[in-house]
């Protein structure tokens, strides 16, 4: 009978220690960004405040395409136009039929008197792209591996093509102006949270476990019967409203852009901070994106330095994406699967990194 008591109680214990590690999970997750908001309140500075407000659009972004690269293991290059798509689509929505007739001379008729408020407009803006990405992304959901690659990128032209010459909805390759401001770092700090919660809750769930089931083994799920398609599909609708979501969030807090913001350069960015921060986790894209973003800034810093620029030889001019690249190449060398691996980040792994601290110490000081 004792043996059968503890027998029963085992998987209690991991179930309870599981749970344990997830919820600690949020608390980092959310504690961090919470910190980060307000040490930057406190603060206060203009500089300051605007580089964090970026990394938290940038934060809600990258968790956005962990949702579908993360858990299929495909490389995903559209994720960036839909951002796009998102951010001209909240914008009509949110635009005042006056702007419109100066920003979008030649918008179509039916769309000119709508003027929503902030919020129905960014919400509007993120349905739209996951609506599109619903439609076109649905028979793609049938490649993988090299195929997916480079259907990827054969989308991410196409819609670039589309908002660089539907002159009607985007101005053109022209840059689109008069959008009023409504993103500030409360309003991105809130929307990275709630990112955060929707990611880990999808890929807790069981659609999500259904994904990286596929995504560990192809055959092995069809053959236990997952519906690799559909499953992929719910991933790209979700991964696709978020990409529109940041990207209403940006267009919002910038007021005015073009259509290369939302092509090869954001791209290599947001893909970088989730592979080198780990695209299997949700700790992976938030501690990518924070380290990227510093490092990155960092370097754009010294580039438009022209004290420091003139002790490099040759200029700094692309000093930032040469760092990058070289950053991006060494980790995949080194540790392809990012800084956070498989495991996302719980209390368990900052009681062993302060146990790691205090031996260090102890050693120090006993030498």
């Given at each position: 009978?004792t043996?059968?008591?503890?027998?029963?109680r085992?998987?209690?214990?991991?179930?309870?220690?599981?749970?344990?590690?997830?919820?600690?999970t949020?608390?980092?997750?959310?504690?961090?960004?919470l910190?980060?908001f307000?040490?930057t309140?406190?603060i206060?500075?203009?500089?300051l405040?605007?580089?964090?407000?970026?990394?938290l659009?940038?934060?809600?972004?990258?968790i956005?395409?962990?949702?579908?690269m993360g858990?299929?293991?495909?490389?995903?290059f559209?994720?960036?136009g839909?951002m796009?798509i998102g951010?001209y689509?909240?914008?009509?929505?949110?635009?005042?039929?006056?702007?419109?007739l100066?920003?979008?001379?030649?918008?179509?008729?039916?769309?000119?008197?709508?003027?929503?408020?902030?919020?129905?407009?960014?919400?509007?803006?993120a349905?739209?792209a996951?609506?599109?990405?619903?439609?076109?992304?649905?028979?793609?959901m049938?490649?993988?591996?090299?195929?997916?690659?480079?259907?990827?990128?054969?989308l991410l032209?196409v819609?670039?093509?589309?908002?660089?010459h539907?002159?009607?909805?985007?101005?053109?390759?022209?840059?689109?102006?008069?959008?009023e401001?409504?993103?500030?770092?409360?309003?991105?700090?809130?929307?990275?949270g709630?990112?955060i919660v929707a990611?880990?809750?999808?890929?807790?769930?069981?659609i999500?476990?259904?994904?990286?089931?596929?995504?560990e083994?192809?055959?092995?799920?069809?053959?236990?019967?997952?519906?690799?398609?559909?499953?992929r599909?719910?991933?790209?609708?979700?991964?696709?409203f978020?990409?529109g979501?940041?990207?209403?969030?940006?267009?919002?807090?910038?007021?005015?852009?073009m259509?290369?913001?939302f092509?090869?350069?954001?791209?290599?960015?947001?893909?970088?901070?989730?592979?080198i921060?780990?695209p299997?986790?949700?700790?992976?894209?938030?501690?990518?994106?924070?380290?990227?973003t510093?490092?990155?800034?960092s370097?754009?810093?010294?580039e438009?330095?022209?004290?420091?620029?003139?002790?490099?030889?040759?200029?700094?001019?692309?000093?930032?994406?040469?760092?990058?690249a070289v950053?991006?190449?060494?980790v995949?060398?080194?540790r392809?699967s990012?800084?956070?691996?498989?495991?996302?980040?719980?209390?368990?792994?900052m009681?062993?990194?302060?146990?790691?601290?205090?031996r260090?110490?102890?050693?120090e000081?006993?030498?």
């Amino acid at each position: 009978m004792t043996e059968m008591a503890t027998n029963y109680r085992t998987p209690s214990g991991a179930q309870l220690r599981t749970r344990l590690s997830q919820a600690s999970t949020m608390l980092l997750l959310l504690g961090g960004i919470l910190l980060i908001f307000l040490i930057t309140k406190g603060i206060g500075s203009l500089l300051l405040t605007r580089f964090v407000t970026e990394m938290l659009i940038q934060v809600i972004l990258v968790i956005g395409l962990h949702v579908f690269m993360g858990n299929t293991n495909i490389l995903w290059f559209p994720h960036i136009g839909f951002m796009g798509i998102g951010a001209y689509a909240s914008v009509i929505f949110s635009m005042g039929p006056t702007q419109k007739l100066m920003s979008l001379p030649d918008l179509y008729a039916f769309l000119a008197p709508i003027d929503m408020g902030f919020l129905p407009a960014l919400l509007g803006g993120a349905l739209v792209a996951a609506v599109i990405a619903a439609i076109i992304g649905f028979p793609m959901m049938r490649l993988s591996d090299f195929p997916a690659v480079i259907a990827g990128f054969a989308l991410l032209v196409v819609i670039h093509v589309i908002l660089v010459h539907w002159s009607a909805l985007t101005n053109g390759p022209q840059t689109l102006f008069g959008v009023e401001r409504h993103t500030y770092l409360g309003t991105a700090t809130i929307w990275a949270g709630i990112a955060i919660v929707a990611a880990y809750a999808f890929k807790e769930s069981k659609i999500g476990l259904l994904l990286r089931a596929s995504r560990e083994d192809l055959i092995a799920a069809r053959t236990i019967g997952v519906k690799i398609m559909l499953v992929r599909w719910l991933a790209l609708i979700l991964s696709a409203f978020m990409a529109g979501l940041g990207g209403g969030l940006y267009a919002h807090y910038i007021t005015a852009f073009m259509p290369d913001a939302f092509y090869l350069n954001e791209t290599f960015v947001i893909l970088s901070m989730l592979v080198i921060g780990g695209p299997a986790t949700v700790s992976g894209a938030v501690l990518g994106t924070i380290l990227i973003t510093v490092f990155y800034q960092s370097l754009r810093w010294v580039e438009n330095s022209e004290a420091l620029a003139a002790l490099l030889p040759g200029g700094a001019a692309g000093l930032s994406t040469l760092a990058l690249a070289v950053t991006l190449i060494a980790v995949l060398i080194w540790r392809p699967s990012g800084v956070v691996e498989r495991q996302e980040l719980s209390w368990f792994h900052m009681k062993w990194l302060g146990s790691l601290i205090r031996r260090q110490r102890g050693y120090e000081s006993r030498n």
